[in-house]
């Protein structure tokens, strides 16, 4: 299974930014990661490699105590980041969950900063 986990002191540090702020709440912020949560499930689904369809029916988020995304295929991480043969040769890995995630990640935060520049102004 791949889960995505983002650095929570990066996400504390902007939580306390944002309360500051005063102009969002928990529930605004959350929904903004759930809605990034959605579109990495929808990238990776996308970029996920095609054999029988299980990988990619296998991704999927959702809100527990915290957002997630996570493809729970059991063979999810060497199709992300590859394996060796019982020969040893070296099978690459078809990136498609992190970089999806990063990209996804990183929007929202820029996101978050107009919103946050524009109260500021």
């Known amino acids: 299974m791949i889960d995505v ?11 306390i930014d944002i309360a500051e702020l005063k102009n969002f709440t928990e529930d605004q912020l959350t929904n903004a990661f759930a809605v990034t949560a959605s ?22 988020f959702g809100k527990d105590k915290s957002v997630y995304v996570q493809a729970s295929a059991s063979y999810a991480y060497y199709q992300e980041f590859g394996w060796k043969t019982k ?11 992190y970089p999806n995630a990063e990209l996804e990640i990183n929007l929202l935060f820029k996101k978050l900063e107009k919103q946050i520049d524009k109260i500021i102004e």
């Open 5 to 15: 986990k983002v650095n929570t002191d990066d996400i504390n540090k902007i939580l």
């Open 39 to 60: 579109l990495i499930s929808k990238r990776a689904k996308i970029d996920a490699p095609l054999d029988t369809g299980f990988l990619k029916s296998s991704i999927n």
């Open 87 to 97: 020969k040893g040769r070296t099978i690459k890995g078809r990136e498609y969950f």
